[in-house]
């Protein structure tokens, strides 16, 4: 992905050529990548629309998540095809600074997006029963998710340029003044991009395994007690009936309120741990890669120009993996609904219902 790509103050041919080893082999992956996040994303759009009767929290998130993913797809991947393709850049000035810009908000709304669905999670589980305002909680966290994106994409703009290669050849490329600069760039687009995300999720999940576990404490404690309340009223001599009904009653109550938590809370927790695996693994070894060598660990040879441009194509495989995860998670969930839905608009269903 030639977003955050460095590149050296001085161009050759030579050098440009490096850039471009085993085309023939990029543009199938890539090829590849963008029919595989095309499609995913918006099969998972489109199911959401179908079942959009299943109202959630949960879908908003996707729906974004998709979306922004879909950005990354057209902007990021499409545009690495064609530039691989042409070698050449055609989109002029304008296009340059614009589409650089555009590449980075699908990035970062990418990633925030996976840190909003974390914060909704762990306030799921922490606060289960304040619904007031969820939906209003769900939207600020969507609206500061590309806020962040836009914010933090607004460099692009200003760093991308388009430069001649020898004097006749156009490129859209970044160029920093001194070598020192670009540590900082990369260093800086590292934390933004993944540690910041990274800590902010690491934070939202130890927190929500805390809760999960205080919980099963108190459930099982709850249970224990309930048990020895149920023996006691049983084998008591004293007290009417209804006494005993009334005490049992109410201690299994009290246990239901302070029960575990439920299964597809569980089951939406681990899809999006899932989900934020996937992005760790993608996105590492782009930034250790560009972090060594831009601090000087990586010889500059043909092989490894090579290999760097390969690793920086794997980066958007976590926008194809988002929409996977999901279905792979829903799969029976939507097969379910689909079907009673199919079930409901059956003539026969009709015919029953206009009967009665």
Not at 98 to 122: M, P, W
Not at 130 to 144: V, Y
Not at 320 to 343: D, E, Q
């Amino acid at each position: 992905m030639e977003i955050f790509r460095r590149h050296k103050i001085n161009f050759t041919l030579h050098t440009l050529s490096n850039l471009f080893l085993f085309q023939t082999q990029q543009v199938a992956f890539l090829c590849f990548l963008f029919t595989l996040t095309l499609t995913a994303n918006c099969v998972v759009l489109t199911l959401i629309y179908l079942s959009r009767k299943l109202k959630s929290r949960m879908n908003m998130f996707i729906a974004n998540l998709a979306c922004a993913d879909l950005l990354v797809a057209f902007f990021s991947v499409l545009t690495d095809i064609i530039w691989k393709l042409t070698i050449q850049w055609y989109a002029g000035h304008i296009g340059c600074k614009l589409i650089k810009f555009i590449q980075a908000v699908g990035t970062y709304g990418s990633t925030y997006a996976l840190v909003a669905l974390s914060i909704d999670r762990l306030d799921a589980i922490a606060r289960p029963m304040s619904m007031r305002g969820k939906t209003r909680r769900c939207r600020i966290l969507i609206g500061l998710n590309w806020s962040c994106a836009i914010v933090f994409s607004i460099p692009m703009l200003l760093s991308y340029n388009l430069q001649l290669v020898d004097g006749h050849m156009p490129q859209c490329w970044m160029e920093l003044p001194e070598p020192w600069m670009w540590k900082v760039y990369i260093t800086l687009i590292a934390t933004l991009l993944l540690i910041i995300p990274a800590l902010i999720i690491a934070f939202c999940y130890i927190f929500i395994v805390i809760v999960i576990w205080r919980r099963s404490s108190l459930s099982l404690n709850a249970t224990n007690s309930a048990e020895h309340t149920r023996i006691v009223s049983k084998d008591a001599p004293s007290g009417s009936p209804s006494d005993k009904r009334k005490r049992v009653h109410w201690t299994e109550c009290n246990v239901s309120s302070r029960g575990l938590i439920p299964k597809a809370k569980i089951k939406t927790i681990k899809m999006t741990f899932v989900i934020v695996l996937a992005f760790v693994f993608c996105w590492s070894p782009y930034f250790v890669y560009d972090l060594l060598d831009v601090y000087g660990h990586i010889p500059r040879t043909n092989e490894m120009i090579a290999v760097s441009t390969f690793i920086q194509s794997l980066a958007p495989l976590n926008s194809a993996a988002n929409p996977i995860i999901y279905m792979l998670f829903n799969s029976k969930m939507y097969k379910k609904y689909f079907k009673n839905k199919k079930h409901q608009n059956s003539p026969i269903t009709s015919t029953a219902r206009t009967n009665v």
